[in-house]
C-alpha cells in the first residue's frame, strides 16, 4: 500500500518535469521530513524510570493535555470497558453526532494487565517485535510497536459474525509523521502464513476490510481503506489524526455490508457496500509500517482494544424480552462520570423510549469482582443514577420513567477469573418495569 501511495505521485510528476527538476524537488521533500525529524526527536521519545526500574514512555503532549495532567489517573480502572479515556471527558454533547452503539457481547478484551513491562503479550504473535510498555501521563499498559510488523491477538479463533465492533486508542509519536502508517485489517484466512501476508498468499480477492492511518505532526493526516469488493481508496486530510494530538480512539462498525470507521467523535468512513453481507471474517491484525521505524525513536502505541459481537437491538429486547445490556456505556476512572464516546448508546436507549411514551425502565448498574464488594456496589448504584441524569438533562426523557439500582459484582454474566470474563460483567441493564 505504501509503495503505490509514494510511486504514483512521482510517476506522474516526471511526465510533466524535466528529471533535473524532478530531483531538485524530490531532494527538497525527503530533506523536509529529516528536518522535521531532527527537530522533534528531544521531545518526541524521552525515557523515564519508574520506582520498579522499568522503563516508560514520556508521550509529547499539547498544552491542553498538560494543562490536564493533574486529572490524568495512574491507575487502570477495573469496572469500565474500556480502560483508558484518551480524549478530554468534557460535555457529553461534544460527542453528539457519535452514533457508534458497542457490540453486545465482548469477545477480545485486550488492556495487557497479565503481562509484563518489557515483554511481548502471551497470548499474542508476531514475526516481528514489540514489547510492553508504561507510558507517562496515560492509564494502563501500551503495546510499542516500532519495527515492521504483523501483529495480532490468538484469542480470535471462529468467524466473526456480521455485525460486531472493534475500539481501541492509538498512539504515534512525532518520529512516525509523515513516514508511519498503522493498518487494522479484519481477514479470512485459513493459516498463520496467511495471516502473516495479511490474507494474500491463498487467498487474493477474499473476504478483507483495511484501514491504514498516516500521521502528520503539523497537518491533518490521512487514510486508505480497502476491501474486495470497492478496491483501494485514500482520503485526504483527515484532522484527527494529526500526531499532535497525541492519541485518537479508533472504532470501527460493521453491519452486513456496511462499514463504518470514527476516529474520535468524527465518523471519517460510511462505506455502505463495503463487504458482502454475508463475507465471513476470522482474523483481525494489526500492521505497522515505515522505512525508519528503527531510527531515531518512531514508534506506534496500541492500547486498550475490545473486539465485540451482535447488533444493537434496544427496541426488540426491552419491548418484547424486557431486558437490554449493554457494555457501551463507558465511565470515568472510578467514578460515576460519563464519558462522551457512551454518547451513541445513550441517544439509542432514549429514542426507544421516546417512541414509546407508557414506557418505564429500571436502570440497573454491574461490575466485576476486583475491589471492595461495598465499594462496587456503591459504584453500581451511582453509575446507574448518573445514567438516569443523562437521560433526562440531555435526551429529556421524563424523570417519572426511570428507576436505578446497582447490583455490584453480585450478579455476574460470565467468569471473573478471565480479563474477558470481567470485562462481560461489566455492564448496564435496562429493564422494562
Known amino acids: 500500500m505504501k509503495k503505490i501511495f509514494l510511486v504514483v505521485p512521482f510517476f506522474l510528476v516526471c511526465i510533466a518535469c524535466p528529471a533535473q527538476l524532478l530531483n531538485r524537488i524530490k531532494n527538497k521533500v525527503e530533506q523536509k521530513v529529516v528536518d522535521q525529524v531532527d527537530q522533534s526527536i528531544d521531545k518526541a521519545v524521552q525515557k523515564k524510570k519508574n520506582k520498579d526500574g522499568t522503563a516508560a514512555e514520556t508521550a509529547p503532549e499539547t498544552n491542553e493535555q498538560q494543562a490536564n495532567t493533574a486529572n490524568v489517573p495512574t491507575q487502570s480502572d477495573p469496572h469500565q470497558p474500556v480502560v483508558a479515556a484518551l480524549t478530554n471527558t468534557g460535555d ?56 515492521d510488523g504483523v501483529f495480532y491477538p490468538e484469542d480470535l479463533t471462529s468467524d466473526l459474525p456480521e455485525n460486531f ?10 518520529n512516525v509523521s509523515n513516514i508511519g502508517e498503522f493498518m487494522i485489517s479484519f481477514m479470512q484466512t485459513s493459516d498463520v502464513d496467511q495471516k502473516f501476508d495479511l490474507g ?53 462498525w460493521r453491519q452486513k455490508q456496511r462499514v463504518r470507521v470514527y476516529l474520535d467523535s468524527t465518523k471519517v468512513l460510511d462505506l455502505p457496500r463495503a463487504l458482502d453481507a454475508a463475507a465471513a471474517l476470522n482474523t483481525l491484525a494489526f500492521t505497522a509500517i515505515s522505512p525508519d521505524f528503527n531510527q531515531k525513536g518512531g514508534a506506534f502505541f496500541l492500547g ?39 454518547y451513541g448508546s445513550l441517544k439509542d436507549i432514549a429514542q426507544v423510549l421516546h417512541e414509546n411514551a407508557s414506557m418505564r425502565v429500571q436502570i440497573v448498574g454491574h461490575t466485576d469482582s476486583d475491589g471492595n464488594d461495598d465499594a462496587n456496589l456503591d459504584l453500581s448504584k451511582r453509575r446507574a443514577a448518573a445514567i438516569k441524569e443523562s437521560l433526562i438533562t440531555v435526551f429529556k426523557v421524563d424523570a417519572s420513567r426511570v428507576e436505578t439500582d446497582g447490583k455490584g459484582e453480585s450478579q455476574p454474566a460470565d467468569s471473573n477469573d478471565t480479563i474477558l470474563g470481567k470485562a462481560n460483567n461489566r455492564r448496564v441493564e435496562f429493564v422494562r418495569l
Open 92 to 147: 457529553i454533547t461534544s460527542y453528539s453526532k457519535f452514533d457508534f452503539i458497542a457490540g453486545n457481547k465482548i469477545i477480545v478484551h485486550e488492556d495487557y494487565s497479565k503481562d509484563e513491562i518489557g515483554d511481548f503479550p502471551a497470548n499474542w504473535n508476531t514475526r516481528s517485535g514489540a514489547e510492553i510498555v508504561n507510558i507517562e501521563g496515560k492509564t494502563g499498559k501500551w503495546l510499542r510497536m516500532n519495527q
Open 304 to 342: 486498550n482494544i475490545q473486539l465485540a459481537v451482535g447488533a444493537a437491538d434496544t427496541r426488540n429486547k426491552l419491548i418484547s424480552e424486557g431486558k437490554f445490556t449493554t457494555r457501551g456505556i463507558l465511565f470515568d476512572v472510578n467514578s460515576a462520570n460519563i464519558l462522551p464516546q457512551s
Open 200 to 252: 494474500k498468499s491463498k487467498s487474493i480477492g477474499g473476504p478483507h476490510f483495511k484501514v491504514a492511518f498516516q500521521p502528520t505532526s503539523s497537518d491533518k493526516g490521512q487514510l486508505t481503506y480497502s476491501s474486495n469488493l470497492i478496491g483501494s481508496q485514500f482520503k485526504y486530510g483527515v484532522p484527527e489524526f494529526n500526531i499532535e494530538k497525541n492519541a485518537v480512539k479508533v472504532s470501527i
Open 165 to 174: 465492533t472493534l475500539q481501541l486508542d492509538l498512539i504515534g509519536n512525532k
